[in-house]
Every structure is written in C-alpha cells, then in structure tokens.
C-alpha cells in the first residue's frame, strides 16, 4: 500500500498556508523569546571558584575573532562576530544556521 503526503506550503502576506494547517504570524509576533549569546565557557575546580574576587580574569575556550553562538530558546540558530552600538555590545550575525 501507497501512502502518499501532499504537503504543499504558500506564503500569503503574514501568513503561511499548508495543506494541514494555517499559521497567521500576527498572532504570535508580540511573543517573547529568550536570546543568549555564548562568548565562551571554562572550567575550574572548586577551590579555584572559591578564589574568585573582583578583578579576577576568567580565560574563556573562545579566541579573539571566533564566532560566537547565538540561542533562541536554548536551540542554536546563528553565530556572529561582536561589534559595538552607541557604546554598547552587540552581534552582527555572520551565519543563520537552519
């Protein structure tokens, strides 16, 4: 037996139809969503945490240059290189990964 899907999608305004379902975007773009980006991570023994004071430098896995990883709702969707905005840090993304 043959079990064929017709699944065919069409993008109308703010709206995408398929054959199962229609999404009216409208609806859902006053949502939030959480957007972390990961300059880089270490490890350290607790004794070392335990040393930590201001001042103290933390050596991140990440070198000068390497992009950093962009989260939508912990789920990888971009990385970027940082750049700087009315003097304040931001991201200018170099790949959305799908």
């Given amino acids: 037996m043959s079990n064929n899907i017709n ?3 069409e993008t109308l305004g703010d709206t ?3 054959d199962n ?3 009216d975007f409208n609806s859902i773009k006053d949502i939030n969503v959480d957007i972390t980006v990961n300059i880089g991570k270490t ?3 607790v ?3 335990l040393k930590l004071r201001n001042g103290c430098i933390l050596k ?3 070198t000068v240059g390497e992009s950093l990883e962009v989260f939508i ?3 990888l969707v971009a990385k970027g290189d940082i750049v700087v905005v009315d003097n304040q840090i931001g991201v200018i993304l170099t790949e ?3």
């Fill in 7 to 9: 699944n065919t999608q």
């Fill in 16 to 18: 995408i139809v398929n």
């Fill in 21 to 23: 379902m229609q999404i």
């Fill in 43 to 45: 490890k350290m023994t």
């Fill in 47 to 49: 004794s070392e945490l």
């Fill in 60 to 62: 991140l896995d990440k």
């Fill in 73 to 75: 709702n912990n789920k």
């Fill in 96 to 98: 959305i990964i799908k």
